[in-house]
């Protein structure tokens, strides 16, 4: 499914070429994390599994795991950690790790999951040569290596399909106050640890993040054996097939409003998805890293080890190929999803057990979307609407961005050009069109605007490090951002989508989220900075740097968070009895619950035609089907034959759409 949303560029049109500004977005070796996770390599993992801790009890298995450090044939534990594997439904299994007692809680991920998933049951099988093996009621086991800690998950026909932590990269840096004394020396004395350079605080460009909590991260090596492909991991304008990153910048997951961002990449930009499929020959399955921090994810292939190589070369046999990938999230716990397939159908069925289907969208809003920056005016669009039927073009919906609003107030019209809202929708709604109008989660910052006044009398706004109102530069200029982790304000925001406080809309006006990863066009990787705070549910003794959560844990679902006030707003306007067609530009796992998503601003170009398909496909196995792009490109203008050519392409998607594509046809 696509959408047709011909955005035609004529304010940027100016520009000849386009061309990402790199320079405003981290490499991996500027994002602290990301470099230092690169550089671990132990020769043999540090984590142990202390088989007296072992507890097997309904479908769980829960463990202490050591990490130990080994010096002199002398053992050492250095830190304790709880690990915890659950039998799932539908051949799917869960491992959280998180660290045994934590100074403060670590962030879990709040809305990827649609409901809390189905359990199975879980047998301890057998015991011996320092393994443990459990299986599942369907027959599938997992072989638990203690020392060091491997994991293998075995499909139904017995054969190793997934194993964690085969390269040793696993790695959870627990979280200390900076007096902590967390190293030992060779006599097995505490000393204070010295402190890398960035712990608690980094820099880019003119940008300071303060880390509170120091380094948190974690990561983890997932290997595929018998794999052929990768996929999976959006947003990243690359082919559908992952490709291996050794060599260069692994995938990044960071919801990012990339300017004229660039093909063949894997830069961050705006959705972040973090569901990985192997396929091959054997079997297709699947891991979903559930982890909302910002990610970054290396691939690696390999064709079996050198030696087997030349083996292979003289005796003719298959080399014993397998995928690998290593996720590295900057905060959070250790928490991953392997769904054993074994078809392609089944692995993503199983992904969508976990984050929820994509729920049958309003019939109209699969034919032709018309859309540009920007209509300008109630003649405007009546032209247009007539326009499209004195040239007999079938048009569907009719979308005004943001110069509608009074200057960049949401929920709120342009009294000159917009005075007759009310009688514009009704005027194209009689003949059976709809109208979509954008909503950003920016708010003005203007004395007398409800919005600004209601969040700041009720402490709706995310917090920057000093308590304060978080202020931010986007469209309306100085804003804030509603902080929807609190309830209270995702709630008055879903309100306000309610007839009586959004005159002018009717059931058939639907809402457009842009901006939500969120932008800010002054702030770090024009974004909001990690060190904003975010709500947190008061808890008994959770004071202090407890009592908040930044934004570093959370930026990956800030946008589903937004949409899914949009979604309740909705819904909630017509007493839950209409489906809304929501459109977002940032995504992250479960999006698809609430919003369609299209792949943002594009080129007229005839690469960005081509890539549009393995864009969308992407987003499609991670769950987000209802996908599509700007057709004939956002910046730059297209000539007629790529004009028409992208048309056909939709066309062509819309296989099984028949009805609608009729329509675009
Ligand atoms: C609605 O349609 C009527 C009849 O064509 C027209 O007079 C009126 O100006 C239209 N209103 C708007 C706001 O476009």
């Not at 959006?234 to 559908?240: L, V």
């Given at each position: 499914m696509k959408l047709i949303c011909g955005f035609l560029a004529v304010l940027l049109a100016v520009y000849s070429s386009v061309a990402v500004d790199k320079n405003n977005f981290k490499s991996c070796d500027q994002s602290g994390f990301c470099k230092r996770l690169r550089a671990f390599k132990p020769e043999r993992s540090p984590f142990v599994l202390n088989r007296d801790t072992v507890i097997v009890h309904g479908n769980v298995l829960s463990a202490e795991v050591n990490s130990v450090s080994v010096e002199n044939e002398k053992k050492t534990v250095l830190w304790k950690y709880a690990l915890r594997l659950s039998a799932l439904v539908d051949g799917t299994f869960r491992v959280e790790m998180d660290e045994?007692?934590?100074?403060y809680p670590r962030y879990r991920t709040q809305l990827?999951?649609?409901?809390?998933p189905k359990t199975d049951s879980l047998k301890l099988l057998s015991e011996k040569d320092g393994k443990l093996t459990v299986a599942n009621s369907q027959g599938h086991q997992v072989i638990i290596t203690m020392d060091p800690l491997k994991i293998e998950f075995l499909d139904a026909r017995g054969d190793v399909a997934v194993v964690l932590n085969e390269k040793s990269l696993l790695q959870v840096e627990p979280l200390r106050t900076k007096e902590e004394k967390v190293d030992v020396d060779e006599n097995g004395e505490s000393v204070v640890a010295v402190d890398e350079e960035g712990t608690w605080g980094e820099n880019f460009k003119s940008h300071h993040d303060s880390k509170p909590r120091g380094n948190e991260a974690v990561s983890l090596d997932v290997t595929f054996p018998q794999a052929d492909n990768l996929y999976g991991t959006?947003?990243?304008?690359?082919?559908?097939a992952l490709r291996s990153t050794v060599n260069s910048e692994p995938y990044r997951l960071f919801n990012l409003d990339v300017f004229e961002y660039e093909l063949d990449s894997t830069m961050a930009i705006y959705g972040a998805i973090p569901v990985m499929y192997a396929h091959g020959s054997k079997r297709t399955v699947g891991v979903f890293w559930h982890n909302s921090a910002e990610t970054w994810v290396e691939v690696d292939s390999r064709a079996g080890t050198v030696v087997s190589s030349l083996v292979n070369l003289v005796t003719g046999a298959d080399a014993p190929a397998a995928k690998d990938a290593r996720f590295m999230s900057e905060?959070?716990?250790?928490d991953i999803f392997v769904m054993l397939g074994p078809s392609p159908a089944e692995a993503t069925r199983q992904y969508t057990r976990l984050t929820g289907p994509t729920p049958l969208p309003p019939k109209f809003s699969l034919a032709y979307h018309q859309c540009r920056w920007n209509y300008v005016d109630e003649e405007d669009v009546r032209t247009l609407d007539e326009n499209f039927d004195k040239h007999d073009i079938p048009a569907d919906v009719i979308w005004l961005d943001i110069e509608y609003t009074d200057r960049k107030k949401y929920f709120t019209w342009d009294m000159e050009k917009f005075g007759h809202a009310g009688d514009m929708v009704a005027n194209l709604t009689a003949k059976g069109r709809k109208m979509v109008v954008i909503i950003d989660p920016h708010i003005k910052r203007e004395a007398g605007y409800f919005l600004h006044e209601h969040a700041t009398d009720n402490g709706l706004y995310v917090k920057n490090k000093d308590d304060k109102d978080y202020e931010g530069w986007c469209w309306p200029g100085s804003s804030s951002y509603l902080d929807f982790l609190n309830p209270a304000a995702s709630d008055y925001y879903s309100e306000r989508y309610h007839y009586d406080h959004f005159p002018g809309t009717s059931r058939d006006v639907h809402i457009w989220n842009d901006?939500?990863?969120?932008?800010?066009?002054?702030?770090?990787e024009i974004t909001m900075p990690k060190d904003c705070r975010h709500y947190k549910p008061p808890h008994d003794g959770h004071t202090g740097i407890a009592s908040f959560w930044e934004h570093r844990h959370i930026h990956n679902e800030y946008g589903l968070f937004h949409v899914r006030a949009t979604h309740a707003g909705l819904l909630s306007r017509d007493a839950g009895k209409y489906r809304p067609f929501i459109l977002t530009r940032s995504a992250f796992a479960g999006t698809q619950r609430y919003a369609a998503v299209w792949t943002g601003d594009n080129a007229a170009t005839w690469g960005f035609l081509a890539v549009s398909t393995p864009m969308c496909l992407s987003l499609s196995v991670a769950g987000v089907s209802f996908c599509g792009s700007d057709v004939g490109g956002f910046f730059q203008n297209p000539g007629d034959e790529l004009m028409t050519r992208w048309y056909q392409v939709m066309k062509e998607s819309c296989v099984g759409m028949k009805e609608s594509c009729e329509k675009v046809g």
């Open positions: 045994a007692e934590p100074l990827a999951l649609d409901r809390e959006p947003e990243h304008t690359d082919k559908f905060s959070g716990i250790i901006m939500n990863e969120p932008s800010v066009f002054n702030g770090p």
